[in-house]
């Protein structure tokens, strides 16, 4: 079938492509606004936007692979180890020479050990009986490299995993090799976590879209599926004239345009009489819960006191006991109020707080930072708070500004401030790496760094300095809730005035549920069976349950 008969236009092969979840979900939105079956015509708009302007892929692949690596690198494994005091100045003045630091001298020595290892048993044992490592540094390696050393020390006995370490650094400090190479290209590798993506997806390319696609990746030492998951994100961060595009792709020839545009028409028009929010399936005569169940996350103890209330009422009431406050919640004037006291006690709760921290400074110094924060009418807290954000935000090369401040005298001038505890790890990691105890010349570092070029202070300090750390929500325990259609869409109308969602919505209606249960017991019959030639023999059965439940309390009453 040519382009100006009528008909789709004819495309060629399945190619299978492989997305993330995320990015997979996003595109079948977008293609579902557009019309049904449009995800594999939207994802050859995609591949021909990318085709269509080839000088700026290569810098979008490279940011899109930094921007995975730093999303999925694994934090560095702190190690100890103690040294003699030769070798431990050796590797200092290794690492001054080549103006790195000792954790990257030891992965890559570690990197040359594990590749070739050659007979180490006996330097081992004999580096594991030495009484003369009194000098202990902290080095940083990778997880993946230490599982992999520990298991192949451990095949000769015990895993002599420090021992190990410091065969590799004197190797390395007996024959460095090309360490500058290495360091390069080894000392700055991190361990990455897997990247996750979703199942296979087939989507039909014709033959020249297929090659050009196979060219470009030939080009950039890629391939179609990279390619392909790069020219997904692009064509969601700008979504211009999808509609429009999609339907060239699907309907190329000039013939067709007006026939699918008039039948675009009257699906919008018949979309747009269609009463809203008309719900699918009525409710049973019995009561039953009905509609499709939808699963919403709870912490241990909310679903275990709403298993304890809701078993007051029989068993498998919980779905019941959810929907009554939801109800409630929906009919409450003021709900926005309970959501932001609720979104306040929640950060409240897992807020971190602040760790004590003395900034010396010296006079001069001094002076400056307190007329900067007069200035800005900030207090002392804030501005260090800001300084270190930008520093760990760039950090740059910092190290010999950290030597030379860390030899400064004359700090009289005391100022007594707080950081978050995850700034605070960050810049003990950071100065840890260079010698001991230089956390506190590394705040003054960024301090003045701030003095020397403050910036838009004023904008850092209304969105930095106020924040908190806050622990993860531990919501885990899973919970199963059948919502029919009329309820969704009232909650769903409340989510979107009150810019929350679903899950945070009935969350907040089961902790006001179990917090204020007056008037419940109606309520429960209601939700549970609606018709009322049920009230009677519930009311009895409950009455029954309850007389039982009484009994085996030992109670007569």
């Given amino acids: 079938m040519s382009e100006t008969n009528m008909g789709r236009v004819p495309v060629g092969d399945p190619i299978p492509l492989r997305l993330d979840p995320t990015t997979k979900q996003r595109l079948e939105e977008v293609a579902a606004g557009i019309g049904p079956r449009r995800f594999g015509a939207l994802v050859r708009v995609a591949a021909r936007r990318l085709l269509a302007d080839p000088d700026r892929v290569p810098d979008a692949l490279a940011q899109a692979r930094r921007a995975s690596a730093d999303a999925r690198r694994i934090p560095w494994g702190e190690r100890p180890l103690d040294l003699d005091p030769a070798t431990n100045t050796r590797l200092h003045e290794l690492a001054h020479e080549f103006h790195t630091d000792r954790s990257a001298i030891v992965r890559v020595a570690l990197h040359r050990f594990l590749t070739a290892a050659g007979r180490f048993r006996h330097p081992v044992l004999r580096e594991d009986a030495r009484t003369d490592l009194t000098c202990r540094t902290r080095v940083y390696l990778n997880r993946s490299t230490l599982v992999r050393l520990e298991k192949l020390i451990s095949r000769n006995g015990d895993a002599l995993t420090a021992a190990a370490i410091r065969v590799a650094v004197r190797r390395l400090l007996d024959d460095l090799g090309d360490l500058a190479a290495d360091l390069a290209t080894i000392g700055a590798a991190r361990d990455l976590t897997p990247e996750v993506l979703g199942p296979r997806t087939n989507v039909h390319f014709d033959d020249d879209l297929r090659d050009q696609l196979d060219t470009l990746a030939d080009q950039l030492d890629s391939d179609r599926a990279e390619l392909m998951r790069l020219a997904a994100r692009q064509l969601?961060?700008?979504?211009?004239?999808?509609?429009?595009?999609?339907?060239?792709?699907?309907?190329?020839?000039?013939?067709?345009?007006?026939?699918?545009?008039?039948?675009?028409?009257?699906?919008?028009?018949?979309?747009?009489d269609q009463p809203a929010h008309t719900p699918s399936r009525a409710p049973s005569p019995q009561g039953n819960p009905f509609g499709r169940r939808?699963?919403?996350?709870?912490?241990?103890?909310?679903?275990?006191?709403?298993?304890?209330?809701?078993?007051?009422?029989?068993?498998?009431?919980?779905?019941?006991?959810?929907?009554?406050?939801i109800r409630r919640l929906i009919a409450y004037p003021a709900a926005d109020e309970a959501l932001a006291q609720a979104r306040r006690a929640d950060a409240q709760a897992r807020a971190l707080p602040h760790h004590p921290v003395t900034l010396k400074l010296d006079s001069l110094t001094a002076a400056r930072?307190?007329?900067?924060?007069?200035?800005?009418?900030?207090?002392?807290?804030?501005?260090?708070?800001v300084a270190v954000h930008r520093f760990l935000t760039a950090p740059g090369h910092y190290r010999p500004t950290l030597l030379d401040e860390a030899g400064v005298s004359g700090l009289d001038e005391k100022f007594k401030v707080s950081l978050r505890p995850s700034a605070r790890r960050d810049i003990d990691r950071l100065a840890d790496?260079?010698?001991?105890?230089?956390?506190?010349?590394?705040?003054?570092?960024?301090?003045?760094?701030?003095?020397?070029?403050?910036?838009?202070?004023?904008?850092?300090?209304?969105?930095?300095?106020?924040?908190?750390?806050?622990?993860?929500?531990?919501?885990?325990?899973?919970?199963?809730?059948?919502?029919?259609?009329?309820?969704?869409?009232?909650?769903?109308?409340?989510?979107?005035?009150?810019?929350?969602?679903?899950?945070?919505?009935?969350?907040?209606a089961a902790k006001r549920i179990l917090r204020s249960r007056g008037d419940i017991e109606n309520q429960m019959l209601d939700e549970m069976f609606r018709a009322p030639t049920s009230r009677k023999h519930l009311l009895a059965r409950h009455a029954r349950r309850e007389r039982i439940r009484r009994m085996d309390r030992g109670s007569d009453t």
Avoid: M
């Fill in 236 to 272: 969601l961060a700008n979504p211009r004239g999808l509609e429009k595009a999609v339907t060239e792709e699907i309907y190329r020839g000039d013939a067709n345009r007006a026939r699918l545009l008039a039948r675009d028409a009257r699906r919008r028009q018949a979309a747009a």
């Fill in 294 to 325: 939808h699963v919403f996350r709870f912490d241990e103890d909310t679903k275990r006191r709403l298993e304890e209330l809701a078993d007051e009422y029989g068993p498998r009431r919980v779905s019941a006991l959810l929907r009554v406050g």
């Fill in 369 to 385: 930072f307190r007329a900067l924060a007069a200035c800005h009418e900030a207090s002392p807290r804030d501005l260090v708070a």
């Fill in 433 to 508: 790496r260079h010698g001991t105890r230089l956390s506190s010349a590394l705040v003054r570092v960024a301090v003045r760094r701030l003095l020397d070029n403050s910036g838009d202070l004023a904008g850092d300090l209304e969105n930095v300095a106020p924040v908190h750390d806050l622990r993860p929500a531990h919501r885990t325990a899973r919970v199963d809730l059948a919502l029919d259609d009329e309820l969704l869409a009232h909650l769903d109308a409340l989510a979107d005035r009150l810019g929350s969602d679903r899950q945070e919505l009935v969350y907040l």
